[in-house]
């Protein structure tokens, strides 16, 4: 089993900057696929970035491309996602998640999940 907690939240002005951090700890050497999603209030559970177990490929969703940056550090069992130029249309719970996957960007292609930290941008 994996375990994944998330930090780094808060409530920001638009246009502000927030990183997100996610911790993995458990059977960490499973991970390959990592990455980030988020939910907004009476919305699906969308995907917003992920990285390869190397760390060289990213995929981003195309709302977030040119202002998030996802990063990882395999030494630390973590992950981070800096999110710039934030926009209200960012408000939302983010959630952490790892895959045994190579690649995975579906939701059904994670198989761990964190609580989640909550990002709020006000307007």
């Known amino acids: 089993q994996v375990q994944l907690v998330e930090s780094g939240g808060g409530l920001v002005p638009a246009g502000g900057s927030l990183r997100l951090s996610c911790a993995a700890s458990g059977q960490t050497f499973s991970i390959s696929t990592i990455g980030w999603f988020r939910q907004a209030p009476g919305k699906e559970r969308e995907f917003v970035a992920t990285?390869?177990?190397?760390?060289?490929?990213?995929y981003y969703t195309d709302s977030v491309k040119g202002r998030f940056t996802i990063s990882r550090d395999t030494a630390k069992a973590s992950i981070y996602l800096q999110m710039n130029s934030l926009k209200p249309e960012d408000t939302a719970l983010y959630y952490c998640?790892?895959?045994?996957?190579?690649?995975?960007?579906?939701?059904?292609?994670?198989?761990?999940w964190g609580q989640g930290t909550q990002v709020t941008v006000a307007s």
């Open positions: 990285i390869t177990s190397s760390g060289r490929n990213t």
């Open positions: 998640a790892a895959s045994k996957r190579p690649i995975a960007t579906l939701r059904t292609e994670f198989d761990s």
